[in-house]
């Protein structure tokens, strides 16, 4: 896990604002996903991309985007359409995109002023 | 949809004592099972996980069984200790079919 980063640590955004959070790994996987956490809750998946160029909606995509312009990079952005996007988000890849275990970056807490 | 059940949502046992966690899945063809354990604002760390055609792992103090035919599987922690506390979540499948339990929050107290 220690090939995957994540920035910022903390992010603040007022209302309105669009906002990216970063992700990169250096593992060479194919596969790489978003999730979000909110306070006492599980995983919930964003969105996940299983090669450069592709990505899925997840379960609750709804206010964000992405994009996999590197297999190296998978950048998300939270728009100003997400209603409630105060939560710890935490970016993960594995080898490929059906078998294998996911590896977890360090998270970003983003909250909304 | 396909579903990861988790049991207990909380758990406080004594230093030294086991802790037991249990999951059910529903999808009959998941085949691999990780367990994350999550400390206080850091990463879900893969601590050990078991793949369809074995029935038990072992890794020190920590083992995880798994019964196919009654899509059940379970993570024991043994000589428990205060850096077991943490939440701890279990997964059914792989990549992006991976389903997540909603997680045990362990307390293990001195």
């Known amino acids: 896990d220690g090939g995957i980063t994540q920035s910022p640590k903390y992010l603040f955004r007022k209302e309105g604002q669009n906002v990216t959070l970063s992700c990169e790994q250096n593992?060479?996987?194919?596969?790489m996903y978003w999730y979000r956490q909110d306070p006492g809750q599980g995983l919930r998946l964003i969105y996940y991309?299983?090669?450069?160029?592709?990505?899925q909606k997840g379960d609750i995509a709804e206010g964000y985007s992405v994009s996999r312009e590197k297999k190296e990079s998978f950048p998300l952005t939270v728009t100003s359409a997400q209603k409630n996007p105060t939560a710890f988000y935490l970016c993960?890849?594995?080898?490929?995109?059906?078998?294998?275990?996911?590896?977890f970056g360090p998270g970003t807490r983003l909250t909304v002023l | 949809g396909e579903n990861v059940e988790q049991h207990p949502s909380t758990l406080s046992v004594q230093e030294g004592d086991s802790a037991v966690i249990k999951c059910t899945y529903s999808?009959?063809?998941?085949?691999?099972f990780p367990w994350y354990k999550q400390e206080l604002g850091k990463r879900p760390q893969l601590i050990i996980d078991?793949?369809?055609?074995?029935g038990e792992k072992k890794d020190q103090r920590i083992a995880v069984t798994l019964n196919k035919t009654a899509k059940h599987f379970s993570l024991h922690i043994t000589e428990t200790q205060p850096e077991d506390s943490a939440v701890y979540f279990c997964?059914?499948?792989?990549?992006?079919?991976?389903?997540f339990g909603a997680g045990t929050r362990l307390f293990v107290k001195a």
């Open positions: 997964a059914a499948g792989g990549g992006f079919k991976t389903i």
């Open positions: 593992l060479n996987h194919d596969a």
């Open positions: 078991i793949r369809s055609n074995v």
């Open positions: 999808d009959s063809a998941s085949n691999y």
């Open positions: 993960a890849s594995s080898i490929n995109g059906f078998t294998d275990t996911q590896y």
């Open positions: 991309s299983q090669i450069v160029n592709d990505f």
